[in-house]
Nanobody, 126 residues
Framework: QSQLVESGGGSVQIGGSLRLSCATS????????MAWFRQVPGKKREAVAA???????KYADSVKGRFTISKDNAKNILYLEMNNLKPEDTAMYYC????????????????????WGQGTQVTVSS
């Protein structure tokens, strides 16, 4: 059974950095798609960054130049390196996966991911 477990969230000051990790189990497919999403209470969940087994990477405009998504295939861990954090980055961050490829133009589409983690909270304050 496929499972995703996020970690690395916490409280940080404006301009600080955090690295989120998503440990994957049961996902050993040669072709896969993974992404980070975030959600603020009362708002729709939004895509932050996506990556797949072809190394095609996408970022939301709001995080470009500040966040970096990567995957350690040997350890089966997905990462999200977050730098220069802003208060508007405060949210619950979720890791998501699909055991197949997604057309690049749809990599940031929430509905195409069918495996989800429980989330890790990130809070950015002054």
């Amino acid at each position: 059974q496929s499972q995703l477990v996020e970690s690395g969230g916490g409280s940080v000051q404006i301009g600080g950095s955090l690295r989120l990790s998503c440990a994957t189990s049961g996902i050993t497919d040669r072709l896969w798609s993974m992404a980070w999403f975030r959600q603020v209470p009362g708002k729709k969940r939004e895509a932050v960054a996506a990556i797949d087994s072809r190394d095609i990477i996408k970022y939301a405009d709001s995080v470009k130049g500040r966040f970096t998504i990567s995957k350690d295939n040997a350890k089966n861990i997905l990462y999200l390196e977050m730098n220069n954090l802003k208060p508007e980055d405060t949210a619950m961050y979720y890791c998501a996966a699909r055991r197949s490829l997604i057309v690049p133009v749809q990599q940031m589409s929430e509905g195409l991911y069918n495996i989800w983690g429980q989330g890790t909270q990130v809070t950015v304050s002054s």
